[in-house]
């Protein structure tokens, strides 16, 4: 069993940066590859950022740029810098636990809100 814990968000001005972060207990976290997604009222949750447990990273064209996925694994935490806020970055953010040699092992965190707003 896996449990995750996001904290950091928030509400923000357009433009401004927020950095959420992931706490991740149970197994092994280095073995984990971790991954960011979003979901806004009314819309399909969004995967907008993943890191493997090597170190690659992959975003959505929508953060890209703007976003940075890293993880410590001293720390057991991933995190989630995120710059240049937009009103349409606005969601509940969830982390992702999973490996993909083991379909099973996918797990998710209770979220975190960010708004973005004037």
């Known amino acids: 069993q896996v449990q995750l814990v996001e904290s950091g968000g928030g509400l923000v001005q357009p433009g401004g940066s927020l950095r959420l972060s992931c706490a991740a207990s149970?197994?092994?976290?280095?073995?984990?590859?971790m991954g960011w997604a979003r979901q806004a009222p009314g819309k399909q949750r969004e995967l907008v950022a993943t890191i493997t447990s090597t170190g690659n990273t992959n975003y959505a064209d929508s953060v890209k740029g703007r976003f940075t996925i890293s993880r410590d694994n001293d720390k057991n935490t991933v995190y989630l810098q995120m710059n240049s806020l937009k009103p349409e970055d606005t969601a509940v953010y969830y982390c992702?636990?999973?490996?993909?040699?083991?379909?099973?092992?996918?797990?998710w965190g209770p979220g975190t809100q960010v708004t973005v707003s004037s």
């Open positions: 992702n636990a999973n490996r993909p040699w083991n379909k099973s092992y996918n797990y």
């Open positions: 149970g197994r092994i976290f280095s073995n984990n590859d």
